[in-house]
T-cell receptor, first 115, second 110 residues
Framework: DTGVSQNPRHKITKRGQNVTFRCDPI?????LYWYRQTLGQGPEFLTY????????KSRLLSDRFSAERPKGSFSTLEIQRTEQGDSAMYLC?????????????FGDGTRLSIL | GEDVEQSLFLSVREGDSSVINCTYT??????LYWYKQEPGAGLQLLTY?????DMKQDQRLTVLLNKKDKHLSLRIADTQTGDSAIYFC??????????FGKGTSLLVTP
């Protein structure tokens, strides 16, 4: 059983640059979620998709952030004009949607460092 | 998350039981989860419980839910050094947005 896959594992970039991360969910999972985790904190919800539809966005997701899931399979998270405060681990998770509360399975994350 | 509280550290001896506690503030929390995170890795789902249950057991793991006190606990029996990690409690009203605590760092000593 292949788990949630995230690429790249690490990204180092200069402030002001754009970055894009990719998430491949577990194949039969139609829900996909993005979270952000900073040092010493638990993950914070950013957004989620059911198939290709983005159904919820947190207020943490500023207009510099955009997420897509064009064909209902993999998803991308783009951050434009990166800032120091964007340095964090970005985690992707996926789940089934047979019923509410289906447990979410996480990938290993992409660690973003802004210089 | 400010709505989910966990103690930050717990140290136990190998072979003993560990009990990690979590309190949450929202009485509408319907779905509750425990995750484990090892250094540099993502979160591994350990177990979960819904608000219509009081207890769930899965091999070495026992989850207890006290809805009146809004208290959730995770007991790990026969704790091993490989159990050393950060354990996160998470709750959700919606079933999609998880609200996490800051995590409890468990250290298992030989």
């Amino acid at each position: 059983d292949t788990g949630v896959s995230q690429n790249p594992r690490h990204k180092i970039t200069k402030r002001g640059q754009n970055v894009t991360f990719r998430c491949d969910p577990i194949s039969e999972h139609n829900r996909l979620y993005w979270y952000r985790q900073t040092l010493g904190q638990g993950p914070e919800f950013l957004t989620y998709f059911q198939n290709e539809a983005q159904l919820e966005k947190s207020r943490l997701l500023s207009d510099r952030f955009s997420a897509e899931r064009p064909k209902g399979s993999f998803s991308t998270l783009e951050i434009q004009r990166t800032e120091q405060g964007d340095s964090a681990m970005y985690l992707c998770a996926s789940s089934l949607s047979f019923s509410e509360g289906e447990p979410q399975h996480f990938g290993d994350g992409t660690r973003l460092s802004i210089l | 998350g400010e709505d989910v509280e966990q103690s930050l550290f717990l140290s136990v001896r190998e072979g003993d039981s560990s009990v990690i506690n979590c309190t949450y503030t929202d009485s509408s929390s319907t779905y509750l989860y425990w995750y484990k995170q090892e250094p540099g890795a993502g979160l591994q789902l350990l177990t979960y419980i819904f608000s219509n249950m009081d207890m769930k057991q899965d091999q070495r793991l026992t989850v207890l839910l006290n809805k009146k006190d809004k208290h959730l606990s995770l007991r790990i029996a026969d704790t091993q050094t490989g159990d050393s990690a950060i354990y996160f409690c998470a709750e959700s009203m919606t079933g999609y947005a998880l609200n996490f605590g800051k995590g409890t760092s468990l250290l298992v000593t030989p």
